[in-house]
């Protein structure tokens, strides 16, 4: 640990509870960040942030049960983290509602889409999009203060956005994709970088029931994320922004795992009048 | 996806946009815009979205359409050509890795670069 890679790094990582978020907590803790870890379930929260002491000591991690679609929730979170340790320089917008609350088998029988319960819709784009811009905006002038820092937002692949029976999950993700481009342009020379992680296709967690017929080991697991998790939250991912990271291709090296955030290759913009630059 | 989930029902579902900044209280007058005639007038969202309601229009399904590119003077064949693109842009390829035994199908070797 004395040579880990993230001494003396804040993290705050959303979802800590299960699947990607614990994972990413473990190994994140193994190279010697101190971790605020929130979610909503306060028993499993606890759990990891028992398994997080276990690696870095007493000291090294709080949990914070919140709501991260609550504006007071999601500040006071960050506000208790920032106290706790001083500072924030990374947060891993990692909380999210899968198709598993729409569908016991959202891609077996995918559910149209005037068949979702609406008030589960307006959750997910609440918890999915909504939450990762409460909780980046309350810690950011954490990390502007210090001239370095880190927002990772955990979305999903481009046709999982909209494959049949993905809603509310690919467009509350596609947002989300969206706003990470906006985030990246707007912290353009403040130090603080903010890019997207996926899996890279479905994970193994609570996200992809059982009923889907996929064998657990054939999905990609969370212990995939660990790896590129820690590249982003530690010195060696400087002045990469704006991108989009796939851990399951990690393994191939940067130039593979990554790409532009929101897809501008696409080159389609808006018609403007010729006299605006944007 | 909504798109997708209609198919087949006789009902269509499509995204139709100005092409960018429009003539509408959502651009405030100031700056550039002050010139208000500088921005998308309004009224090119009427030819398509008339060719889009029409029974004609019943065939066209998951597309997204740029007002802005519709030239009247050419017919509404030519101009959903020329204006229309698949919806969320499949056209970039950017697909999951997904196993085998997915019940959505295809397996990828993961092309998310496009």
Same mark, same amino acid.
């Given at each position: ?278 | 996806? %909504?798109?997708?989930? +209609? ?7 499509? /995204?139709?946009?100005? =092409? $960018?900044?429009?003539?509408? #209280? ?13 921005? %998308?007038?309004?009224? +090119? ?7 889009? /309601?029409?029974?004609? =229009? $019943?065939?066209?399904?998951? #597309? ?51």
């Amino acid at each position: 640990m004395a040579d880990g890679k993230l001494i003396g790094k804040v993290v705050l990582l959303t979802g800590a509870g299960r699947g990607l978020g614990r994972a990413m907590a473990l190994a994140l803790s193994e190279q010697g960040a101190h971790l605020a870890l929130v979610d909503l379930d306060g028993e499993e929260l606890q759990e990891v942030a028992h398994e997080v002491q276990a690696i870095g000591g007493g000291a090294s991690v709080i949990p914070l049960g919140a709501d991260v679609c609550d504006p007071e929730s999601a500040a006071t979170a960050v506000h208790y983290a920032a106290e706790n340790f001083g500072r924030i320089d990374v947060v891993f917008n990692n909380a999210a509602l899968g198709p598993q609350a729409v569908s016991e088998d959202p891609f077996g029988a995918p559910p149209k889409f005037w068949e979702l319960n609406p008030y589960i819709f307006i959750r997910m784009m609440d918890i999915n999009a909504a939450g990762p811009q409460l909780i980046a905006a309350a810690a950011v002038p954490h990390m502007m203060k210090n001239g370095w820092g880190r927002i990772v937002n955990i979305t999903t692949a481009l046709d999982a956005m909209y494959a049949p029976g993905m809603g509310a999950y690919g467009p509350s993700k596609a947002a989300l994709e969206a706003h990470t481009a906006i985030m990246a342009k707007d912290l353009e020379g403040t130090g603080v970088t903010a890019n997207v992680l996926i899996p890279g296709g479905p994970a193994n967690t609570r996200m992809i029931p059982d009923a889907t017929g996929i064998p657990r080991d054939a999905l990609i697991q969370p212990e995939d994320m660990q790896a590129p998790a820690v590249w982003l939250a530690s010195d060696e991912s400087d002045g990469h922004s704006g991108k989009r990271f796939i851990a399951a291709l990690w393994g191939q090296g940067l130039e593979k795992a990554s790409a532009p955030c929101a897809w501008p290759q696409l080159g389609q913009q808006a018609i403007l009048p010729g006299s605006i630059g944007r | 996806m %909504i798109a997708g989930g +209609v198919a087949g029902t006789g009902v269509t579902c499509n /995204v139709l946009i100005p =092409g $960018g900044p429009a003539d509408t #209280r959502m651009i405030s007058a100031t700056g550039v815009y002050e010139n208000r005639d500088k921005l %998308i007038q309004p009224d +090119v969202m009427v030819p398509p979205l008339l060719e889009l /309601v029409s029974e004609k =229009g $019943g065939k066209i399904n998951n #597309r997204r359409f740029r007002a802005a590119l519709w030239d009247t003077s050419i017919g509404a064949d030519e101009n959903l050509q020329n204006c229309g693109d698949p919806i969320a842009w499949p056209q970039l390829g950017g697909k999951a890795i997904r196993p085998d035994n997915d019940p959505r199908g295809n397996k990828n070797t993961g092309n998310e670069n496009g």
